[in-house]
Nanobody, 124 residues
Framework: QVQLVESGGGLVQAGGSLRLSCAAS????????MGWFRQAPGKEREFVAA???????YYADSVKSRLTISRDNAKNTVYLHMNSLKPEDTAVYYC??????????????????WGQGTQVTVSS
């Protein structure tokens, strides 16, 4: 059974940094893509970043210069390093895993398993 557990969210001032972690259970980790999505109140869930098993990363244009996704296959963990945070980054951040193609990387429906989410709040 696949389980994903996010951690590292919290309250931070604008311009600050956070590192989110997602610990995964199961043997799939090294071969599946890992993604981060976020959902703000009243908005649809949106793609943030994803990393393939090869280490190739994809980013939403809105976060490309400020966020970095990485994975440690030995620890079954994926990270989202967030710098220069803005109030509009406030959302629940979800970790997900699946086998999307490169063209489908940003589509939530392509990810079969999801974590419970971790709240990130950026104050102005």
């Amino acid at each position: 059974q696949v389980q994903l557990v996010e951690s590292g969210g919290g309250l931070v001032q604008a311009g600050g940094s956070l590192r989110l972690s997602c610990a995964a259970s199961g043997r799939f980790f090294s071969t599946y893509a890992m993604g981060w999505f976020r959902q703000a109140p009243g908005k649809e869930r949106e793609f943030v970043a994803a990393v393939l098993s090869s280490g190739i990363a994809y980013y939403a244009d809105s976060v490309k210069s400020r966020l970095t996704i990485s994975r440690d296959n030995a620890k079954n963990t994926v990270y989202l390093h967030m710098n220069s945070l803005k109030p509009e980054d406030t959302a629940v951040y979800y970790c997900a895993t699946g086998t999307p193609s490169a063209r489908q990387m940003a589509r939530p429906a392509e990810y079969a398993y999801w974590g419970q989410g971790t709240q990130v709040t950026v104050s102005s």
